[in-house]
């Protein structure tokens, strides 16, 4: 994904043959942007043509404060994501050939499972009897069990953990092509680490830091089943009240809108996300 | 993903020997045939009928009860399918072109459905409703298994005998401490709340909603919402909550695997209903009213229940129940005046307002 975006951003594509993405495109067409495009419209069109759904969503604070909750649980997550990741992806591009690949196992490994068992699996991990609060409370740590689920916290541990790997291997990718000449030159022209850092690995690693933060926030918008099963009544989310809707009521029309607000979001943030590389890019 | 209603969908935890049985040679493909030289008898000879229900335990009891005598009977070829999702029905009826010709759906679905006129008409005349409970038919679907919100509770949690009684005690934060567990759905939690509040069985609709969602109010912060009903038993199995509202079937799941400190209070259980509908224009409707016709046996019904614990609604079928099943059965007569069945006119108006209400309760 990030080498794609790279080389895409580059402008490397024109003149190229662009015609090697058009079975992509094609099945794209029609089992994504065809069905998705028909939902969307139906928004507008059900059930009549108008902007009632969308007046529908104003008018009911659920809707919004759903949509808040999922701007901001996404927002931390990929934030925390990105702070772990990032000295992970670090270790992982500076590592020798065999620890790096151990370490890129370890990240991957994860994959292996589904998302429901993982969740299940936090859920009997961090709840009040469970072995983290058994060990704290036999270590002497705490005198009664921490809640540590069915609040913000079981949300954020639980997306965290199906997320980081979407946040470590763009990074890695970057960071895996970064020039060690170049930190080199900067130390012996006499930049102190945290300064060569600051101003030539971080802005190297940019690209890297920009494509996972999409990609994870993006990811992180639509989940559904995590904060069901981890979260606590507040932490509603809107894909859940999307499948409410076209489940329990058939409202395509209501579902559809919320999925446009829920796109708009995300394309006004992949815009600004982009706008802000360009800038980076530029310097 | 419509996980919130595999209410039945005990898919993850299928013991090895259930699965060799249910599976048992070629039938693992979901595949019933008759023999090829049975194929030319039977009413529905070499005709298809595509079953969808929930998956697990649930739908391989569905299929040993009356999908494979169906199949041995009349020379018809079910095939199974699943699980059911409503989003993915919707879908399909909206295209015209079903690909499934007989639905386990819930009680809230048949009458939202039939409000939007998704199903096709029981045919009477093949399928027998006269053998079940009144109660249990509609004119779109017959209901084949009755299930029931109940209070459940751990002993290991309250013990000596000090064990909560009615939903009033699931209020009662002095007498019993502690949090509790409520299904994140408007109903039954409506109606248990009112139930806690002294409002008689018979008054609970219309749903008075400001006096239900201000007795909610008073345990909202004791209180973990459950979505699945693994969460429910994992909850109370794990001693996370001392009691709180869960399906008896899932209690006594629990139960049978070793949870035996769980128990289940009967008083003022809630009760639901699972029927079978044809979708309109299915391909294969003869057939599927027939199939439809096998579930009301009384012996399909008794096999379900004693392989499942899900009730009967023909009230023959319980002579043919195992004595230790029958106590866990909504439907056994010893529980007839204790129960609530839900009024599912009353909701197929009002529960999408009120379902809006409840997510803005639990998120203010």
């Known amino acids: 994904m990030a080498t794609a975006l790279a ?88 590592a020798g050939r065999r620890l790096r690949r151990l370490l890129i196992f370890a990240v991957l490994i994860p994959f292996w499972s589904s998302i429901l068992v993982r969740t299940f699996a936090w859920m009997v991990l961090l709840q009040q009897r469970g072995l983290i609060n058994r060990i704290m409370m036999g270590l002497g740590l705490t005198d009664a069990p921490i809640v540590m689920v069915h609040n913000r916290i079981g949300v954020l541990v639980g997306m965290v953990h199906i997320l980081l790997p979407f946040m470590v291997l763009p990074l890695y990718a970057v960071m895996v092509r970064i020039d060690k000449t170049y930190t080199q030159a900067a130390a012996s ?19 890297g830091v920009i494509n996972g933060t999409v990609l994870v926030f993006v990811m992180g918008l639509g989940y559904f089943i995590t904060p069901a099963l981890l979260g606590g009544p507040g932490d509603t989310m809107i894909a859940q009240l999307i499948e409410q809707q ?31 590389r360009a800038l980076v890019a530029d310097k | ?96 072109k079903p690909s499934w010709d007989v639905v386990d759906v819930t009680i809230e679905f048949l009458y939202s459905g039939a409000a939007d006129n998704l199903f096709e008409k ?33 002993r290991s949690v309250y013990k000596d005998g000090n064990y909560p009684r009615s939903w009033g005690d699931l209020f009662d934060l002095q007498k019993f401490p502690g949090r509790r567990m409520l299904r994140d759905r408007v109903s039954p939690m409506l109606e248990i709340a009112l139930l806690a509040d002294g409002v008689p069985p018979d008054k609970i609709y219309p749903i008075a909603a400001d006096r239900a969602f201000k007795k909610l109010d008073t345990i909202k912060k004791q209180s973990i919402f459950w979505t699945t009903n693994s969460q429910s038993q994992q909850l109370l199995v794990d001693g996370e909550v001392g009691l709180g509202v869960i399906i008896n079937g899932r209690l006594y799941d629990a139960v049978k695997k070793g949870a035996n400190y769980l128990a289940l209070e009967w008083n003022q259980h809630i009760q639901s209903v699972d029927y079978l509908v044809v979708p309109r224009n299915a391909p294969n409707r003869t057939t599927a009213m027939g199939l439809i016709n096998q579930m009301t046996t009384k012996e399909a019904q008794a096999k379900v229940a004693n392989l499942m614990a899900l009730a009967p609604t023909n009230p023959d079928a319980f002579a043919l129940v195992d004595d230790a099943v029958k106590p866990w059965l909504a439907t056994n007569p010893d529980y007839a005046n204790k129960g609530l069945l839900t009024d599912e006119n009353y909701w197929t108006r009002n529960l999408k307002p009120l379902s809006e209400r409840w997510a803005q309760w639990k998120l203010s």
């Open chain 2, 122 to 154: 029981i045919d009477t005349s093949t399928v027998d409703v006269k053998r079940i409970n009144p109660k249990y038919v509609h004119e779109d679907g017959v209901g084949d298994i009755v299930w029931s919100y109940n209070l459940g509770y751990s």
């Open chain 1, 246 to 276: 076209v489940a329990d009521f058939g409202q395509w029309g209501i579902a559809g809108a919320l999925a446009v607000v829920l796109m708009l979001g995300v394309g006004v943030t992949f815009a600004l996300l982009f706008r802000t």
């Open chain 1, 189 to 207: 022209l006499g930049a102190s680490p945290l300064r060569n850092f600051w101003r030539v690995y971080l802005p190297l690693s940019a690209p």
């Open chain 1, 7 to 94: 080389w895409v951003n580059a402008g490397n594509w024109r003149g190229r043959s662009v015609w090697l993405v058009a079975p992509a495109l094609i099945l794209l067409l029609t089992i994504f942007i065809y069905p998705v495009g028909s939902l969307l419209l139906r928004s507008l069109s059900e059930p009549a043509w108008g902007l009632q759904n969308f007046k529908a969503i104003a008018a009911q604070p659920v809707y919004l404060r759903a949509l808040a909750n999922t701007v901001v649980i996404s927002g931390s997550v990929t934030l925390i994501c990105l702070v772990g990741g990032y000295p992970l992806a670090y270790s992982i591009a500076q």
């Open chain 2, 1 to 96: 993903m419509n996980d919130t209603r595999k209410h039945f969908a005990h898919c993850l935890i299928v013991d090895r020997r259930q699965f060799l049985a249910a599976s048992g040679g070629g039938a693992a493909l979901g595949l019933i045939g008759s023999p090829h030289s049975a194929r030319a008898q039977g009413k529905y000879a070499g005709q298809k009928v595509v079953f969808a229900s929930w998956g697990g335990a649930y739908q391989d009891a569905q299929k040993q009860g009356f999908c494979e005598p169906f199949a041995k009977e009349t020379g018809a070829i079910v095939i199974q399918d699943g699980p059911v999702d409503y989003g993915k029905l919707r879908a399909m009826l909206e295209s015209g």
